[in-house]
């Protein structure tokens, strides 16, 4: 027997840190990271594992947190796809939950270690994620967190780098990345995103508000903001989307550092607040800026009817003005001075700031608590991402999605990614090793299904409908059905149907 098969044999003691004949990865890092004093007397009670594991110092045994991570993760990473398999596959639609008859082009949403999930799931999927967004546990030792986040620091690194390699692996060429984070390990996380990702990769760490109602406890800075770090696996040239400009503004057509150029603007597309009237060719103008009308033009009832012929320092071309008033975008030509201004009928989505708030249509924590509790007449999540919050950074980079694209979370938490994603027709996989995965993000989907309006669903005009798949990852043969066998089997090859149906 080998040294993990040992480990394995000796853990089987304690069903808090292996389910048959797997290791629960992430009970077993927290147990490490808390010294478990179960877990030390375990480890101790074997004389193998007390020689691998602890030294002594100054006659004292101390355990040896890292390599013990080490050892465990060098054995992850050789977990065979032929050892492990999915199983408790349902399929579920506004119609009930039946046994999935086609796969193609589904939701997935799948129990398990996120590491070994995401191991399993890149055969199907390498290459094919267009965005990524993760909430992970921020590392504050905050225990009121469905997740258990007090990691230290080194080990929190060592559980999310995993991961995150992977993810840069199922990305598709343009896709993005999107980590939410507070300031506990905001600059380690960018420092080995830098690494994974590469530096000219980042996009932006986008501030976001958070709260409106800060604690009153801190002594040195009441905390209002989470960080959103932002990677694309190979940045390009695609503009990210802003809040569209609704507000429109006269916008002056001169420009002093503009070479001068004669511009002919056409009869009856010119409003003015000028009387009737003819008005004479000549020098007009203001201090500012020197206008000359070259011909005799003339006005009634508030537009020129006979074509604006000037010279000045304009910043446009005879094309680009050409082009702007057959898109329909307003030009006037309101004073004696004939000096001209435009107002365009739409305008090109400007980029989004670094910072968001409310001002971007974007809810805080407390208003999404609300929000969840009210869908589930209770509370069932402390501090959940707001709907919207999730909603605008997709829409952020809508010029790069598509329907069929798929977003990806693999700390799916109470299911807001899931969520939004299904409301706004994307695809989506939602991956979530706690065991309140049916009862807190299934349940919130299938409320999705039957069409919910909290979050985002009124401003989106969600009536429900649509379907996703669950399943649960095992390395656990014995647990395999043999329809169990089949779906897995079809998973992976992307057929469409079960038994020839």
């Known amino acids: 027997m080998n040294s993990y098969e040992h480990l394995k044999s000796i853990l089987k003691k304690n069903s808090n840190y292996i389910n048959n004949d797997a290791i629960k990865t992430n009970a077993l890092i927290q147990a490490v990271n808390d010294l478990d004093v179960k877990l030390l007397g375990l480890l101790l009670s074997s004389s193998i594992l007390k020689k691998q594991f602890f030294k002594k110092v100054d006659a004292i045994l101390v355990f040896d947190k890292i390599?013990?991570?080490k050892f465990i993760e060098e054995h992850e990473n050789e977990l065979m796809l032929n050892d492990s398999a999915f199983i408790n596959w349902a399929h579920y639609s506004k119609k009930g939950v039946t046994t999935p008859k086609s796969l193609k082009n589904e939701n997935f949403i799948i129990k398990g270690d996120n590491y070994q999930v995401l191991q399993a799931i890149k055969p199907k999927f390498k290459g094919k994620i267009k965005c990524i967004y993760i909430d992970p546990p921020y590392n504050t030792g905050n225990e009121s967190f469905s997740y258990k986040d007090k990691y230290a620091s080194s080990l929190w690194l060592k559980q999310i780098?995993?991961?995150?390699?992977?993810?840069?692996?199922?990305?598709?060429?343009?896709?993005?990345?999107?980590?939410?984070c507070d300031d506990n390990e905001f600059a380690y996380l960018k420092v080995l995103l830098d690494t994974i990702f590469k530096r000219e990769n980042f996009i932006e760490h986008f501030s976001w508000k958070k709260t409106d109602t800060p604690s009153n406890l801190p002594?040195?800075?009441?905390?209002?903001?989470?960080?959103?770090?932002?990677y694309e696996k190979s940045k390009d040239a695609v503009k990210y989307k802003g809040v569209p400009k609704t507000s429109r503004s006269s916008n002056?057509?001169?420009?002093?550092t503009n070479a001068v150029k004669t511009l002919v603007f056409p009869k009856n597309k010119i409003d003015t607040a000028l009387p009737n009237g003819t008005y004479k060719k000549g020098s007009y103008g203001t201090k500012s800026y020197a206008i000359e009308l070259l011909e005799d033009t003339e006005v009634k009832k508030g537009v020129f009817i006979k074509p604006v012929k000037l010279k000045g320092k304009f910043k446009w071309s005879q094309k680009n003005l050409d082009k702007e008033l057959a898109k329909g975008t307003k030009v006037s030509i309101r004073s004696i001075a004939f000096s001209t201004s435009y107002e365009k009928a739409a305008y090109e989505v400007?980029?989004?700031?670094?910072?968001?708030?409310?001002?971007?249509g974007v809810d805080t924590t407390e208003n999404a608590g609300r929000e969840l509790s009210q869908l589930f007449g209770k509370e069932v999540f402390t501090y959940p991402k707001s709907e919207s919050l999730i909603a605008y950074l997709l829409?952020?980079?809508?010029?790069?999605?598509?329907?069929?694209?798929?977003?990806?979370?693999?700390?799916l938490g109470s299911g807001t990614t899931a969520a939004v994603a299904?409301?706004?027709?994307?695809?989506?996989?939602?991956?979530?090793?706690?065991?309140?995965i049916k009862e807190i993000p299934v349940k919130r989907l299938i409320k999705v299904l039957e069409?919910?309006?909290t979050g985002i669903s009124k401003a989106n005009n969600w009536n429900g409908g649509g379907t996703f798949v669950y399943a649960e990852f095992t390395s656990d043969t014995m647990k395999v059905t043999k329809t169990d066998a089949e779906i897995t089997t079809i998973f992976y090859a992307d057929s469409q149907l079960l038994n020839g149906e």
């Open 395 to 411: 829409h952020m980079i809508s010029n790069k999605l598509s329907k069929d694209d798929y977003v990806l979370d693999f700390y």
């Open 422 to 436: 299904h409301k706004l027709g994307y695809k989506y996989i939602g991956i979530e090793h706690m065991d309140y």
């Open 451 to 453: 069409g919910e309006q």
């Open 161 to 180: 780098e995993k991961c995150l390699k992977i993810a840069h692996e199922l990305l598709t060429p343009d896709g993005v990345l999107f980590v939410s």
């Open 219 to 230: 002594k040195k800075s009441k905390k209002v903001l989470e960080y959103i770090l932002c």
């Open 67 to 69: 390599e013990f991570i």
């Open 350 to 360: 400007e980029a989004p700031l670094n910072y968001i708030d409310s001002k971007m």
């Open 252 to 256: 002056g057509l001169m420009n002093q």
